[in-house]
Nanobody
Framework: QVQLVESGGGSVQSGGSLRLSCAASVFPFSNFCLAWFRQAPGKEYEGVAGIGSNGKTAYADSVNGRFTISRVAANNTVYLQMNSLKPEDSAMYYC?????????????????????WGQGTQVIVSS
């Protein structure tokens, strides 16, 4: 059964950092595109960062330069390092995966391109 389990969310002050983790039981891990999305109350889902099977990455303009996505095959985990956090980064963060990865999935980071989702982890950034 394909499963994604996020962890690492929490509360932090503006300017602080958090690292989100997503343990993925997707096989083979290397064949999947992985991404992080977020949804703030009353807002649409936003693609935050994505990483392809070849390590290519993509970021939303709003987080580029502050967030870093990475994947570690040894433990089937994808990470999102979030630095210089702002109150507008507050949201529920979701890990998502899609098999038969290709670079097209990283363009625009549409939620409709990713078929497997985790339950989410909450991030709150206070000013």
């Amino acid at each position: 059964q394909v499963q994604l389990v996020e962890s690492g969310g929490g509360s932090v002050q503006s300017g602080g950092s958090l690292r989100l983790s997503c343990a993925a039981s997707v096989f083979p891990f290397s064949n999947f595109c992985l991404a992080w999305f977020r949804q703030a109350p009353g807002k649409e889902y936003e693609g935050v960062a994505g990483i392809g099977s070849n390590g290519k990455t993509a970021y939303a303009d709003s987080v580029n330069g502050r967030f870093t996505i990475s994947r570690v095959a040894a433990n089937n985990t994808v990470y999102l390092q979030m630095n210089s956090l702002k109150p507008e980064d507050s949201a529920m963060y979701y890990c998502a995966a899609q098999v038969r990865c290709n670079d097209r999935l990283l363009v625009g980071l549409s939620r409709w391109d990713f078929g497997t989702w985790g339950q989410g982890t909450q991030v709150i950034v206070s000013s």
